[in-house]
């Protein structure tokens, strides 16, 4: 059964899972929605409800962009994550306007 809120969309894009502040893995998202997204990691590293932060590793983007989440599913590829939408907002919309300029040519 589908619990997703919104669709997914396929991105590519190098991030590093934190929890309590240090660093837990480091993986590739494979694709995201405006709740959560899918990391490909050894689901072995965290548990399902595990609180985590995601940081996106982009190399066009100046600064740091780390978004509250949790682990929703492990699985034998990877991890589902949620995100924490209250706790970030801004986060969050940073992360939305940065996969749009990914999606608009010329990235505009």
Request: with cysteine.
């Amino acid at each position: 059964m589908e619990h997703r809120f919104s669709s997914r969309l396929p991105y590519t894009l190098q991030v590093a899972l934190y929890a309590r502040g240090a660093l837990v893995a480091r993986g590739i998202c494979r694709n995201v929605s405006r709740d959560g997204m899918f990391v490909e990691v050894n689901p072995g590293l965290l548990y399902r409800n595990a609180l985590v932060e995601v940081e996106v590793l982009a190399q066009e983007r100046s600064g740091r962009l780390r978004l509250p989440a949790m682990v929703a599913h492990c699985g034998h590829d990877g991890v589902g994550l949620v995100f924490d939408e209250a706790a970030e907002p801004e986060a969050l919309q940073m992360l939305r306007a940065y996969l749009h300029s990914l999606r608009t040519p010329g990235g505009e």
